[in-house]
């Protein structure tokens, strides 16, 4: 029997992500942004809360965890590397280390650049990616620099293609509206952006997304062609420097 993976809403536009494994009937959480709708969903499913993922230290990821863990007493899992920044970890991971949760093996990885020390949880075919990877975009490089979040986007990049990818916000329509400001002939861009208005209109998440439809649509993740080279600069340009000139304008989008 295969996992099952519940998205909720939390705050404004916030997602948390809980995994279980009927067979083991253990259920892992993956960030924490509040405890309130993550309690409703798992009472309305009649499952406990065995463990929460941590990805990185900012209060909208890890808000609702101390009261979560005084209703269903989880063991609570992080970066080792970030530990002074996070709520008390009962194990503690870092990249490298490999977990047993849900009944399947999940590897980690640091995904540093929002933060130093976020890090990503990849299950078989799902990767929780937080505020790294998102559903056509990335988030902002506050902590770290545009190369080492190139090279983190990159780790992501790499997994195979099927993999859905949980991102930790709604931002896919902005997202998309800069995407398309880029490059506007990319018919599979427009593609996406319409089928993502619909979705919301429908009040749908737009996550998850497969990874292959972020390396065709995601301008984070199409620093690398040739095409996008000679939108934001020259042909000649790095990886690391067409990447650093799409998160600028971003950022002043």
Known sequence: MSITIKTVPCLSDNYAYLIHDANLHETALVDAPEAAPISAELDSLGWNLDYILITHHHFDHVGGV??????YRPKVIGN?????????????????????????????????????????FVFPGAAFTADSLMALGCGRVFEGTFPMMWQSLQKIA??????????????????????LSLEKDNTALNNRVENEKKRRGEGVPTVPSQLSLELLTNPFLRANTPEMKKIVGHSDMSDEDCFAEIRKRKDSF
């Open 66 to 71: 101390e009261e979560l863990r005084k209703i």
């Open 80 to 120: 080792k590397n970030d530990r002074k920044r996070l709520p008390k970890l009962d194990i503690e991971i870092a990249e490298g280390d490999r977990l047993q949760l849900c009944n399947r093996d999940v590897s980690i990885l640091d995904v540093s650049g929002h933060t130093i020390g976020h890090i990503a």
């Open 158 to 179: 790499a997994l195979p293609a099927e993999t859905m990818i949980y991102s930790g916000h709604e931002y896919t329509l902005a997202n998309g509206e800069f995407a």
